[in-house]
């Protein structure tokens, strides 16, 4: 196991899997200024990490993220120019871009507290997990701002359905685990104590698979959106001719011939 560290969050590299997780575990991991743009840098560098397949966000002593920091971060807002506001809302737009343009699959383990902007983290990961205590809010409107915020207005809708995403934007109220797994926003929910691992094992079996593949499909799960069915039909014609000239598409050929399972390499 690797472990990698930053100022701000924690990191373990271990049998492809990056297992993340914010390291304020006292204030329930919320994010400051410089922990914004750590993880934004750390994302923009996964994708062209090959010894990393996919990523597990975990939660930090029984919660996942408080969001933005009050301290650190509402209350400077409060005295900074239009300038330096743009800098910032920018800042933090550009890791939820990062995390969606960063080829590797995001399982994302939430427990306990999920608001804010750990719940726009949530939101950009590919895959959520949560238990019966996670409680999701999207509670910027209860700090005085509009609920459009990191992409929510463009993303959420997808996930939920754009009345679903109304309500919680507009009142910033909390979603239950089992409202967000009847809703298709939590995959799956689980017991706190299995938390973890079955994120893991999430993050296991698709790193399994072939990443050249993996990172295609997350691509064009983000950019069909803003396509026309012709367009996305199209972008999916060239992204699997690009994928059938890849080692891996070979080996799964003469994996079943030989009635074997495939050991897919990510080339
Ligand atoms: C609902 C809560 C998150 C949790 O409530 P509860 O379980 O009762 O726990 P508390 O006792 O309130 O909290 C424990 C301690 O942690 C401190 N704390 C909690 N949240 C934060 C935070 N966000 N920043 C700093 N510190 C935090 C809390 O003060 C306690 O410490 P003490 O024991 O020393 O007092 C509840 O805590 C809560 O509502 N927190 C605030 C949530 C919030 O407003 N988050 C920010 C939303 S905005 C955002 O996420 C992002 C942006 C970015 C983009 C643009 C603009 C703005 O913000």
Not at 250 to 266: I, S
């Amino acid at each position: 196991m690797i472990s990698t560290d930053t100022k701000h969050f924690l990191c373990r590299i271990e049998d492809g899997i990056a297992t993340v997780s914010l390291d304020r575990p006292e204030r329930k991991n919320p994010l400051t200024f410089d922990s914004y743009a750590e993880m934004r840098d750390w994302f923009r560098d996964l994708h062209y990490d090959d010894d990393v397949k996919a990523v597990a966000f975990a939660p930090n002593g029984g919660n996942f993220s408080s969001g933005g920091d009050v301290h650190d971060i509402i209350g400077p807002l409060t005295k900074m120019s239009m300038k330096e506001l743009l800098a910032f809302t920018r800042m933090t737009g550009d890791l939820v871009k990062a995390m969606v343009n960063c080829g590797k699959p995001i399982i994302a383990a939430l427990d306990g507290v999920c608001v804010g902007a750990g719940a726009i983290i949530a939101m950009a990961s590919d895959i959520r997990i949560a238990t019966p205590e996670t409680k999701t809010a999207f509670l910027f409107t209860r700090v005085g701002l509009a609920g459009c915020d990191m992409g929510a207005c463009a993303i959420l809708p997808r996930i939920i359905g754009q009345g679903r995403a109304a309500e919680l934007l507009y009142t910033g109220r909390s979603m239950s685990a089992e409202e967000g797994a009847a809703w298709g926003f939590h995959n799956k929910v689980v017991a706190a104590d299995e938390l973890l691992a079955e994120a893991q094992s999430w993050a296991t079996r698709i790193a399994a698979g072939p990443n050249f593949g993996h990172m295609m499909t997350k691509t064009m799960l983000a950019q069909e959106w803003s396509m026309s069915i012709e367009q996305a039909i199209e972008a999916e014609a060239q992204a699997q001719a690009i994928c059938m000239q890849t080692a891996d598409f070979e080996r799964a050929y003469q994996a079943f011939v030989k009635k074997e399972k495939p050991l897919f390499q990510g080339d």
